[in-house]
């Protein structure tokens, strides 16, 4: 079963508003990404993040890696439309192999 | 392909009958992998293929669920006498790295029902 915890569950916000939502794990994680799904679509990779610490930017999103390697957060900036979908936190477990653990996903509604 | 390439879309089937879902992988690409997500939930991890040979398979819930990958390229996920449990979008994603932090294109998907 999944071991990432992902919150909010869903959010409703304004056009133009921030949004944040953030992954955390009671198990060490070697990676994180980002995934962004819309319906009946596969999930699209939006950001990956390799190190501790790291904090990588594409375009208005931006992602952290958390230092204790059992978190990590997504930020988009001026959101729009087109941000309306699921995103969900992944990573590779340490001693886990190639196989990816998905959170639950944050499901995001944009209002005009 | 351009991208990585899912049969059928959508299938519906009685319970106890045997599905085959196809998976045609970036061309190229050597690693193969197979998730099932249900509604409202995160893809779950079933099965990875390093070229033809199954290298991690403690994904797949029970005996009735079996993939191949016979010449290292297309996969197929079988599923023997389905249960209206089996019922969920079944992905598959493949990787051009066979070690490490691979990064993991998707397919679209194929949606299982199983009445």
């Known amino acids: 079963g999944q071991q990432l915890n992902q919150s909010p569950q869903s959010m409703f916000i304004q056009e133009g508003e921030d949004v944040s939502m953030n992954c955390t794990s009671s198990?060490?994680?070697?990676?994180w990404l980002w995934y962004k799904q819309d319906p009946g679509e596969g999930p699209v990779l939006l950001i990956a993040?390799?190190?501790?610490?790291e904090l990588t930017s594409n375009g208005r999103l931006t992602a952290q890696f958390g230092i204790t390697r059992k978190d990590s957060f997504l930020n988009i900036s001026a959101s729009i439309p087109s941000d309306v979908g699921i995103y969900f936190c992944?990573?590779?477990?340490?001693?886990?192999?190639?196989?990816?653990?998905f959170g639950t996903g944050t499901q995001l509604k944009v209002e005009l | 392909g351009a991208g990585v390439s899912q049969t059928p879309s959508n299938k519906v089937t009685e319970k106890g009958k045997y599905v085959e879902l196809r998976c045609d992988p970036i061309?190229?690409?050597?690693?193969l992998y197979w998730y099932r997500q249900s509604l409202g939930q995160g893809p779950e991890f079933l099965i990875y293929?390093?070229?033809?040979?199954?290298?991690?398979d403690s994904g797949l819930p029970n005996d009735r669920f079996f993939a191949v990958r016979p010449e290292g390229s297309v996969s197929t996920l079988k599923i023997q006498r389905t249960e209206r449990g089996d019922s969920a979008v079944y992905l598959c994603?493949?990787?051009?790295?066979?070690?490490?932090?691979?990064?993991?294109?998707f397919g679209a998907g194929s949606r299982l029902t199983v009445l």
């Open positions: 994603a493949s990787s051009p790295r066979s070690s490490g932090a691979n990064v993991l294109t």
């Open positions: 198990s060490i994680f070697n990676t």
């Open positions: 993040l390799y190190k501790a610490g």
């Open positions: 992944a990573g590779h477990l340490t001693g886990g192999g190639n196989k990816l653990t």
């Open positions: 061309s190229g690409h050597t690693a």
């Open positions: 293929f390093q070229g033809t040979g199954a290298a991690d």
